[in-house]
């Protein structure tokens, strides 16, 4: 399968407790984003990497939450000290970056599911 | 700021047509068309950039008018499989923004037989 991966697909936590999640783009893609998705809303914007930095967080992000992509190629996503409200599907999705030009296709993964409790 | 789509819901019969508007207070450079099924990942279905070029995808095409800020999907001959929650994303170009999807809050379309 050379689609985006995401693991693991479903986290159950205790408030206050911190999670990592971790996305494995399409090999030769070197843009990278992560998205939230909550119940009957659309994909919300997190951040996103090109290779291994970090162009773009939003302030959605507060500062319990860190994304990192070391080498290039996977990425993780660390939630600290979580809230009931983190509940969320986390999305990642990876696209080409073809400067200037809009139109890159972004490929999404099936997603991570948590549940803080 | 997230584009705003129309209808929020439809409700069909196999074979009937239906459109789906997705439209941006802010100059769109692309408009990208993703389907979703419960519970599962965005699927991709097309990609419009700036010159209203209509692409198709088997009997599911689009339009981009970029004067009006806005896009159109269009559903022929649906069928059950068509069914899900479909999103627009409008592009955003310029900086560091280059190449990030907004989305707006989706149109959840039902097929019934």
């Known amino acids: 399968d050379t689609g985006v991966s995401q693991d693991p697909r479903h986290k159950i936590t205790k408030r206050g407790q911190n999670v990592t999640f971790r996305c494995d783009p399409i090999?030769?893609?070197?843009?990278l984003y992560w998205y939230r998705q909550t119940l009957g809303q659309g994909p919300e914007f997190l951040t996103y990497?090109?290779?291994?930095?970090?162009?773009?967080k939003s302030r959605l992000l507060s500062d319990r939450f860190s994304a990192e992509r070391p080498k290039g190629s996977f990425s993780t996503l660390e939630i600290q000290r979580t809230e009931q409200g983190d509940s969320a599907m986390y999305l990642c999705?990876?696209?080409?970056?073809?400067?200037?030009?809009?139109?890159?296709?972004?490929?999404f993964g099936e997603g991570s599911w948590l549940t803080v409790v | 700021q997230q584009p705003v789509q129309s209808p929020q819901a439809v409700i069909l019969r196999e074979g009937e047509d239906a459109v789906i508007n997705c439209s941006s207070s802010?100059?769109?450079?692309?408009v990208h068309w993703y389907r979703q099924k419960h519970g599962e990942a965005p699927v991709f279905l097309m990609i419009?950039?700036?010159?209203?070029e209509q692409k198709g995808h088997e009997k599911i095409s689009a339009s981009f008018n970029e004067k009006k800020q806005q896009s159109s999907l269009y559903l022929t001959a649906s069928q059950l499989s068509y069914s899900g929650t479909y999103f627009c994303?409008?592009?955003?170009?310029?900086?560091?923004?280059?190449?990030?999807?907004?989305f707006g809050q989706g149109t959840i379309l039902t097929v019934h037989p």
């Open positions: 999705a990876s696209s080409l970056a073809w400067p200037g030009v809009p139109g890159n296709t972004i490929y």
């Open positions: 090999s030769e893609h070197n843009r």
């Open positions: 990497f090109q290779n291994e930095a970090q162009l773009e």
């Open positions: 802010k100059a769109l450079y692309s």
């Open positions: 419009l950039l700036k010159g209203g």
């Open positions: 994303g409008s592009g955003s170009t310029g900086g560091t923004s280059y190449g990030k999807l907004t």
